[in-house]
Nanobody, 122 residues
Framework: QVQLVESGGGLVQPGGSLRLSCAASGSIFNIHTISWYRQTPGKQREFVAHITRVHDAYYAESVKGRFTISRDNANNTGYLQMNSLKPDDTAVYYC????????????????WGQGTQVTVSS
């Protein structure tokens, strides 16, 4: 199995920055895409950004130019650098990884982190 541990959330003032981390561990053979999603109460989870193994990155329009996704393949870790934060960015942020496990290399499986709260408020 694969475990994801997210960290880096918290309370920040508008215009501030936070860096989220998503560390994957367990029976990992290969991590394909690492993605970040976010969710606010009463709304569907929405896509924020994802990055491929070769570091191609894609962003939601709402965060483009402010957020930067990156990854460290050697340490199975993904990051989301969030700058110029706005109150609308307040949400629980979830990490998602597409993984080939050691025991099931023939398929790609989805795993989710537990979520980390980001609150942007003065």
């Amino acid at each position: 199995q694969v475990q994801l541990v997210e960290s880096g959330g918290g309370l920040v003032q508008p215009g501030g920055s936070l860096r989220l981390s998503c560390a994957a561990s367990g029976s990992i053979f290969n991590i394909h895409t690492i993605s970040w999603y976010r969710q606010t109460p009463g709304k569907q989870r929405e896509f924020v950004a994802h990055i491929t193994r070769v570091h191609d990155a894609y962003y939601a329009e709402s965060v483009k130019g402010r957020f930067t996704i990156s990854r460290d393949n050697a340490n199975n870790t993904g990051y989301l650098q969030m700058n110029s934060l706005k109150p609308d960015d307040t949400a629980v942020y979830y990490c998602n990884v597409e993984v080939q496990t050691v025991t099931e290399r023939g398929r790609v499986q989805d795993f989710w982190g537990q979520g980390t709260q980001v609150t942007v408020s003065s």
